[in-house]
């Protein structure tokens, strides 16, 4: 199946600003037509899944703004809702992807690009257990647990879903053959073996060249992959803006064909991916 981009990529590109610590995750409250627009462009496009503008959304985050339980309840049903909306109107197969970000992008720092927050299991469990309740509640197909960057985090994020019966897909954040706190990705992607909500395992938000490095390695877990790199540019925290990298590329100069090869089943792309390239990312995949 063909994924979406950047959402806030695209939402950028309409002229929204999203450089606060909610990023587009503002938007479910300030602007939710501007997230149905976007997701209809990525329809539009040849897209066959919607992922939710839920990553940044958390009760922690939003109760920083003010916002109380119930209406961020609320702004996290509305995000599935709104994709929900656009995926029916498609005119195509689709599905809808609850996205939930690490706790590293509650902090707004840049560290679901590190790991380096310090937490137990137990505190990373306790953290996401409350949005996963409300996630699974909505009509969404699959959740989607997003650039990951620690060992600690998956094993979380694992023993929250296992036994649920939730479908899911668990994709991590990664710097070469590792995760981006370090730890080798064979060991991570081996953790999730037997876990059976899983539909699929991977990364994404990685330059594609480390992307294309770890499909093989994922698929090594016996489960389907998903991939979604970025453009290959770095994520600069304390001026909220991205810089150029070493790998910047076009999605349409990707190595789908060896990715799928490989076991890639879920396809797509990251920041700074918008409609035009998953439109040509589309054309090569079929």
Same mark, same amino acid.
């Given at each position: 199946?063909?994924?979406?981009?950047?959402?806030?990529?695209?939402?950028?590109?309409?002229?929204?600003?999203?450089?606060?610590?909610?990023?587009?995750?503002?938007?479910?409250?300030?602007?939710?037509?501007?997230?149905?627009?976007?997701?209809?462009?990525?329809?539009?496009?040849?897209?066959?899944?919607?992922?939710?503008?839920?990553?940044?959304?958390?009760?922690?985050?939003?109760?920083?703004?003010?916002?109380?339980?119930?209406?961020?309840?609320?702004?996290?049903? /509305?995000?599935?809702? +709104? #994709?929900?909306?656009? @995926? %029916?109107?498609?005119?195509?197969? =689709?599905?809808?992807? $609850?996205?939930?970000?690490?706790?590293?992008?509650?902090?707004?720092?840049?560290?679901?690009?590190?790991?380096?927050?310090?937490?137990?299991?137990?505190?990373?469990?306790?953290?996401?257990?409350? /949005?996963?309740?409300? +996630? #699974?509640?909505?009509? @969404? %197909?699959?959740?989607?647990?997003? =650039?990951?960057?620690? $060992?600690?985090?998956?094993?979380?994020?694992?023993?929250?879903?296992?036994?649920?019966?939730?479908?899911?897909?668990?994709?991590?954040?990664?710097?070469?053959?590792?995760?981006?706190?370090?730890?080798?990705?064979?060991?991570?992607?081996?953790?999730?073996?037997?876990?059976?909500?899983?539909?699929?395992?991977?990364?994404?938000?990685?330059?594609?060249?480390?992307?294309?490095?770890?499909?093989?390695?994922?698929?090594?877990?016996?489960?389907?992959?998903?991939?979604?790199?970025?453009?290959?540019?770095?994520?600069?925290?304390?001026?909220?803006?991205?810089?150029?990298?070493?790998?910047?590329?076009?999605?349409?100069?990707?190595?789908?064909?060896?990715?799928?090869?490989?076991?890639?089943?879920?396809?797509?792309?990251?920041?700074?991916?918008?409609?035009?390239?998953?439109?040509?990312?589309?054309?090569?995949?079929?």
């Amino acid at each position: 199946m063909l994924l979406d981009g950047g959402l806030s990529t695209t939402l950028e590109g309409l002229g929204h600003d999203i450089s606060g610590d909610l990023w587009s995750a503002r938007l479910l409250r300030d602007d939710p037509a501007a997230i149905l627009q976007a997701h209809r462009a990525f329809f539009a496009a040849g897209a066959e899944v919607a992922t939710t503008a839920t990553y940044q959304a958390t009760f922690d985050g939003f109760a920083h703004h003010g916002i109380d339980n119930d209406e961020t309840e609320t702004l996290m049903r /509305r995000g599935v809702q +709104l #994709a929900r909306e656009a @995926a %029916d109107s498609s005119g195509h197969p =689709t599905w809808v992807a $609850a996205s939930a970000g690490p706790y590293g992008a509650m902090l707004a720092d840049g560290s679901e690009y590190t790991g380096a927050y310090g937490f137990t299991v137990r505190e990373l469990r306790n953290f996401h257990r409350p /949005r996963l309740e409300v +996630l #699974a509640a909505t009509d @969404a %197909d699959v959740l989607a647990f997003e =650039t990951i960057p620690t $060992a600690t985090e998956v094993e979380a994020v694992l023993a929250e879903i296992d036994g649920t019966a939730i479908d899911c897909w668990l994709s991590v954040s990664i710097t070469g053959d590792t995760t981006r706190a370090g730890e080798p990705l064979d060991d991570v992607f081996g953790m999730t073996r037997g876990v059976d909500e899983l539909v699929a395992v991977g990364v994404n938000c990685s330059t594609p060249s480390d992307a294309t490095a770890a499909v093989s390695r994922a698929a090594a877990s016996g489960h389907p992959v998903v991939i979604y790199p970025n453009s290959g540019e770095g994520w600069d925290a304390v001026h909220r803006t991205w810089v150029a990298g070493s790998t910047t590329g076009n999605a349409e100069e990707w190595p789908v064909d060896e990715w799928v090869a490989a076991g890639a089943r879920l396809v797509g792309g990251c920041c700074r991916i918008g409609p035009d390239q998953i439109a040509a990312l589309g054309k090569h995949l079929h």
